[in-house]
């Protein structure tokens, strides 16, 4: 029973346009969301987080949004670079988070020239 | 500063035997994870520990045991090593109050 889900395995966007992923959760007890970045061969990569009291949070290329109602939360990068070439994995966590994130199986973002 | 380190990158092991995958963090983090990846698939939390000397278990704990004697280094033991334990390791660590964890870069084990 996948708690988080990540339902397109991949995703192909041209370079300079905007990249959305997408996420859903089924546990309303998440209440902590981060998105993560892996390159292959090595550990993934924190990217940006967001708190359940929030709805948005920014950092430079890359929004998140979250919707609590719909349990959905997704990832924007604009605009999207090669180097954005990566898989991303979107990770959540109850209360203090000391068990351990959540994690779905990731979409592979391609950035086309 | 080298974040969270993992030792070896590469590993075969023969069915039956026993092995520990090393892990060491340097930020002075509390909480310290192990995590296996399965081909295709996200990460599933082995064991935890939020620290010294208190470990939990995770969602797939079973094959494996750990231990946590100082707060820089969580050792992943693996004893009869079975092909069902063929994956990537990583290790992680948080200071628990910002819950983000950090992730070493990995240890790929084949178990034929």
């Known amino acids: 029973d996948q708690q988080v889900k990540q339902n397109s395995p991949s995703l192909s966007v041209q370079e300079g346009r905007i990249s959305i992923l997408n996420c859903d959760y089924t546990?309303?007890?998440?209440?902590?969301f981060l998105w993560y970045k892996k390159y292959p061969a090595e550990g993934p990569t924190f990217l940006i987080s967001?708190?359940?009291?929030?709805d948005k949070n920014e950092d430079g290329r890359f929004t998140v949004f979250l919707n609590k109602s719909a349990k959905h939360l997704s990832l924007h990068i604009v605009p999207s670079q090669p180097g954005d070439s990566a898989v991303y994995f979107c990770?959540?966590?109850?209360?203090?988070?000391?068990?351990?994130?959540?994690f779905g199986k990731g979409t592979h973002l391609i950035i086309q020239p | 500063n080298a974040g969270v380190t993992q030792t070896p990158k590469f590993r075969i092991l023969k069915i039956g035997q026993s092995m520990t995958l090393q892990c060491a963090q340097d930020?002075?983090?509390?909480?310290m994870y192990w995590y296996r990846q399965d081909p295709g698939m996200g990460l599933k939390l082995i064991y935890y520990?939020?620290?010294?000397?208190?470990?939990d278990k995770g969602e797939v704990p079973n094959g494996y045991n750990v231990s946590r004697s100082t707060t820089e280094d969580f050792p992943l033991r693996l004893e009869l090593a079975a092909p069902s334990q063929t994956s990537v390791y990583f290790c992680?660590?948080?200071?628990?109050?910002?819950?983000?964890?950090?992730f070493g870069p990995g240890t790929r084990l084949t178990v034929t």
């Open positions: 520990s939020v620290g010294a000397g208190i470990t």
């Open positions: 990770a959540a966590s109850a209360f203090e988070g000391a068990d351990g994130l959540t």
């Open positions: 546990n309303s007890m998440f209440d902590y």
């Open positions: 967001i708190s359940s009291i929030k």
């Open positions: 992680a660590s948080s200071n628990g109050l910002a819950r983000t964890q950090y």
């Open positions: 930020m002075n983090h509390n909480y």
